[in-house]
């Protein structure tokens, strides 16, 4: 099970931090993402990172501004976002990466962040 | 950055029927290629993986083809809760991409 939180409105150009917490698998081993979908769009892949962090991703759209991390001894995934604009307003879901590539197998049921004054 | 494009963007099916979706990118993915399925409000749910294997209890209803740049998802007698909107993933380079969904509606 993946859970996000951290969501809410914030002001442009201010910060927010998003969580994931995982359970029923062995969070450390597993790589993971974040992927997020404005209101009534499509899907984007916002970054990644492998299952011990030392390896990390960005979309061009967020790179710079946005820092993934993780903490295996709470098996929590996060998501730093700053200078935040009206187009990273969407849900953001956490997801696993699969065992034999990076698609994804388990999704969290997305947190909502809006960014407007 | 590769290019994910899925068409048509709307297709209407009658239940029983057979349909039929494409997904194409702008430069070849080999088999690294993923389907996903997404009911309104909710998450995304692995479909396919490897361009052509079901994910674990997906029904055989659903098939995958392709490779290179071209695939495709078919969907055997559809049923109601077949009715959601598909997306295509590629996984062969960074960054990661998906195509901009067909929704598959009843007719």
């Known amino acids: 099970q993946l859970l996000e939180s951290g969501g809410g409105l914030v002001q442009p150009g201010g910060s927010l931090r998003l969580s994931c917490a995982g359970s029923?698998?062995?969070?450390?081993?597993?790589?993971m993402s974040w992927v997020r979908q404005a209101p009534g769009k499509g899907l984007e892949w916002v970054s990644g990172?492998?299952?011990?962090?030392?390896?990390?991703y960005y979309a061009d759209s967020v790179k710079g501004r946005f820092t993934i991390s993780r903490d295996n001894s709470k098996s929590t995934l996060y998501l730093e976002m700053n200078s935040l604009r009206a187009e990273d307003t969407a849900v953001y879901y956490c997801?696993?990466?699969?065992?034999?590539?990076?698609?994804?197998?388990?999704w969290g049921q997305g947190t909502l962040v809006t960014v407007s004054s | 950055e590769i290019v994910m494009t899925q068409s048509p963007a709307t297709l209407s099916v009658s239940p029983g029927e057979r349909a039929t979706l494409s997904c194409r990118a702008t430069?070849?993915?080999?088999?690294?290629l993923a389907w996903y399925h997404q009911k309104p409000g909710q998450a995304p749910s692995l479909l396919i993986y490897?361009?052509?294997t079901r994910a674990p209890g997906i029904p055989a209803r659903f098939s995958g083809s392709g490779s290179g740049t071209e695939f495709t998802l078919t969907i055997s007698g559809l049923q109601s809760e077949d009715f959601s909107i598909y997306y295509c993933?590629?996984?062969?380079?960074?960054?990661?991409?998906f195509g901009g969904g067909t929704k598959v509606e009843i007719k």
């Open positions: 997801a696993k990466k699969a065992n034999s590539g990076w698609y994804f197998d388990y």
């Open positions: 029923g698998f062995t969070f450390t081993s597993q790589a």
């Open positions: 990172i492998s299952g011990g962090g030392g390896d990390t």
């Open positions: 430069q070849g993915v080999g088999s690294n």
């Open positions: 490897g361009a052509s």
């Open positions: 993933q590629q996984y062969n380079n960074w960054p990661l991409t």
